[in-house]
């Protein structure tokens, strides 16, 4: 079953990450630091590999035995937002992860209990989604997404390029009919 965002949120999207980025004194085709753009937000990042000592069976449990498991939570004290994530999985997905985050705070989601009183994660798929696709915009703006196509990289080498993974990389470029729109552009062209 398809997304359905709130009306106007797409839009709402690419003008933050535009936004962001201007104060990040970033262009749209440079690759996003998460930990730059969370230190831009005053939200702090811990790593999962630094609860070695305090918990253990997270930290081995998440950090080898079942690494997709937990990709990253925020925590709340108060109003101060605090980002735990792994930190044992690939470096495109981590920075997926924190971006997903902090995409909660600059759309102002309301802090929510982890688990719900029948003992289940407690999930809102609405707010989920808008954070993934905020994410998503943020380290693969649409104007990235066409430049992208129209270097005709490799999904590889422009995945390492914008610090994503294939995976985000491919979705972003689905997403925004990147590649659709290069190449009906270069049919116009030649037709001229």
Not at 45 to 61: G, R, V
Not at 100 to 124: K, V
Not at 168 to 173: A, G, I, P, Y
Request: net charge neutral; with cysteine; charged share 25%.
């Amino acid at each position: 079953m398809a997304t359905q965002y709130r009306r106007g949120f797409k839009t709402e999207a690419n003008d933050i990450a535009r936004e962001v980025r201007a104060e990040l004194g970033i262009r749209t085709v440079d690759r996003l630091d998460p930990h730059q753009l969370a230190a831009h937000l005053a939200i702090p990042i811990i790593p999962l590999s630094d609860f070695e000592a305090d918990a253990p069976l997270a930290h081995t449990q998440f950090g080898s035995k079942e690494t997709f498991a937990f990709s990253a939570v925020t925590v709340f004290y108060g109003s101060q937002r605090t980002v735990v994530h792994n930190d044992f999985q690939p470096l495109g997905r981590q920075a997926n992860n924190i971006t997903h985050e902090a995409s909660h705070g600059l759309l102002h989601h309301p802090p929510t209990p982890a688990i719900d009183d029948r003992g289940c994660r407690n999930w809102r798929k609405d707010i989920e989604d808008e954070a993934a696709w905020l994410a998503g915009v943020l380290l693969i703006p649409e104007e990235t997404a066409l430049y992208i196509a129209r270097q005709q990289w490799p999904m590889e080498q422009a995945a390492e390029r914008f610090g994503v993974s294939v995976d985000l990389l491919r979705w972003r470029l689905n997403k925004t009919g990147a590649y659709n729109r290069v190449n009906r552009g270069r049919g116009f062209a030649k037709r001229l």
